[in-house]
Structures are given as structure tokens and as C-alpha cells.
């Protein structure tokens, strides 16, 4: 299928990692929805940036966590471009406190945004995906291998390759492609404003930072019809982080 045939939904696309990846997929001939929750100025530029890529995009606000805004969110794609072809499942939170002080609550906006927001998309998604299309989960080595206080993210990211397989198996008998993309230290704000980072808690080599880019191309490859047969797999995208001894 060629890429300009192509429709992208990704989630957190306003910055960071989704505005990278939204950018990518712009550059390959998607028609890509940008999807924020917070910032429409951020969201804006997103937007600025991939027309100015040649691309046809729109930005679509709604909250991950909530079920009938996911729902909308995959509403305006298909009523924007009439399909929907990809969804990178890129929206995250975290939240940093010890085991024994974090409230239900906490461990509730986690779950919704970086576990259920994927569960929505992937449910709302697969119904008007056709054969040939993919869905990218992006979760985090904190699902391998974590750091103090970081026990929601690193749970909800751990249940994230999960839900990627369990999705993978029901997703093949339609041909849609789930996989999921692990990675490391990336210089986006969400990296460097991480208390744990900040407190020396979590050492970070400079080597082992990699950039935004890094992440979205691997994205886009696992998009691509050059990913035909890799299906319920993770990729870890870390510059050899987790294989240093």
C-alpha cells in the first residue's frame, strides 16, 4: 500500500516523541490526526510543521483516558480522510512517589492514560482498519528494567506488552499488524524533567540519550509494509542501554 494512500491517528502528537512521529509519518506521504490533550498551541505548531511537510493533518483533542473521547478522536479521522490505517498509541504519563505513599488515584491516571488509552484506540480502531494496517504501542524499558518511584509507569508499560500480544493475536486474523516500540532515554522534556533524573536516582549516560527522531523512525518502520511479518513483537530502542552489563 503506498504510503500517501495512508491515514495515522498518533495519540500525545503535539510534542516530544508524538510530534516527531507525526512529522516522520508526514514525510512518508501519511495523512496524519494529531492527537493532544492539553496544549492546542503545541498542537498547532505539530500541525504547522507536518503541512509544511506536504501533508494533510488535522488536530483532534481528547483525553486518552476517556473512552467516548477516544471514540471521537477515531470518529474525526475517518470523517476527515474516510480510513484509518495507524495508530501509534504514543499519549503517557507518569507519576513519582514511594509505593508506600501512592493513592488510588494515582495509580488510576496512570493506568487510564498509558494502559486503557491504548486499550480505547485499539478497540475503537480495529473495526475500521483493513487488512495491511498497524498498530505501534509505545511503552518503555521501565517495563523491563525501572527505577525508584516509578512503579504505575513501570506496571502500566509492563501490561502494555501484554495487551500488545493479546491484541496482535485477534488483530491477525483481520491482517492488522500489533507491535510494540521500548524506548530508552530520550532527550525530550518528559527525560530531562523527571525528578528521579533531576535527583541523580536515575543515572543517565549521555551516550545512551537518544533523540525523538530516533524513536519515530522506528515507528514508521513498524507502520510500513517493510514490517509485513513481524507481529506481537517489541523493539527496543535504547542505543544498547538495557544490554550494558
Not at 6 to 18: E, K, L, N, P
Not at 159 to 165: D, E, G, H, N, V
Request: aromatic residues 6%.
Amino acid at each position: 500500500m503506498p504510503a500517501e494512500a495512508r491515514v495515522a491517528i498518533v495519540t500525545g502528537g503535539a510534542t516530544g516523541v508524538g510530534a516527531a512521529t507525526a512529522l516522520e509519518l508526514a514525510g512518508r506521504g501519511y495523512r496524519v490526526a494529531i492527537n493532544f490533550s492539553r496544549s492546542k498551541t503545541e498542537a498547532d505548531a505539530s500541525v504547522t510543521e507536518c503541512r509544511r511537510a506536504g501533508a494533510d493533518v488535522i488536530a483532534v483533542q481528547g483525553d486518552v483516558a476517556d473512552d467516548a473521547a477516544c471514540r471521537a478522536v477515531v470518529a474525526a479521522a475517518i470523517a476527515r480522510f474516510g480510513r484509518l490505517d495507524v495508530v501509534v498509541n504514543n499519549a503517557g504519563l507518569m507519576t513519582f512517589h514511594p509505593l508506600g505513599s501512592l493513592t488510588l488515584e494515582d495509580w488510576q491516571r496512570v493506568l487510564d492514560v498509558d494502559l486503557l488509552g491504548a486499550f480505547y484506540f485499539i478497540k475503537y480502531g480495529f473495526p475500521v482498519m483493513k487488512p495491511g494496517s498497524a498498530v505501534v504501542n509505545i511503552a518503555s524499558i521501565h517495563a523491563i528494567q525501572t527505577s525508584p518511584l516509578d512503579a504505575p509507569y513501570a506496571a502500566a508499560k509492563a501490561a502494555l506488552l501484554s495487551l500488545t500480544r493479546s491484541a496482535a493475536i485477534e488483530g491477525k486474523g483481520h491482517g492488522i499488524r500489533v507491535n510494540a516500540i521500548l524506548p530508552g532515554a530520550i532527550d525530550t522534556p518528559m527525560l530531562w524533567d523527571n525528578p528521579n533524573v533531576k535527583s541523580g536516582a536515575e543515572q543517565v549516560d549521555p551516550s545512551f540519550v537518544g533523540k525523538a527522531q530516533d524513536v519515530a523512525a522506528a515507528i514508521a518502520f513498524l507502520a510500513s509494509d517493510d514490517a509485513a511479518f513481524i507481529q506481537g513483537t517489541t523493539l527496543v530502542v535504547d542505543g544498547g542501554r538495557l544490554a550494558r552489563l
